[in-house]
């Protein structure tokens, strides 16, 4: 083996363990990225999850009291279509909780 040949050998195998270290960081900084990615989006959904079962809660007490689609919308300042679907589920699922309803709209919407 000349001194060319050593050195070309000696060099790849240099490029190919620095690929695989840069690989390596590239697929951690991705791995990581994602994690804080989901994180962010489980946070995010999480609070819009608790400000729907806030709703259903204001929901239900104006429906158990009488109210109806188009005066809830009204005072809550609301659409009437989204109120619409939580009344329906509330009417359809009258023994459900709060959070299951919003669970149930949330899904529904998906």
Known sequence: M?????????????MEEW???????????????GLEEGKTEGIAEGHEEGKKESEVEMFRKLYQ????????????????????AIYELLQKYPEKEDRQIAKLYMQKKE
């Open 2 to 14: 000349t001194l060319k040949e050593w050195l070309d050998d000696m060099v790849e195998k240099e």
């Open 65 to 84: 009291k009488g109210f109806d689609v188009i005066q809830i919308a009204d005072m809550l300042d609301l659409d009437e279509e989204y109120v619409s």
């Open 19 to 33: 690929t695989a270290v840069a690989e390596e960081a590239i697929r951690t900084e991705a791995h990581a990225q």
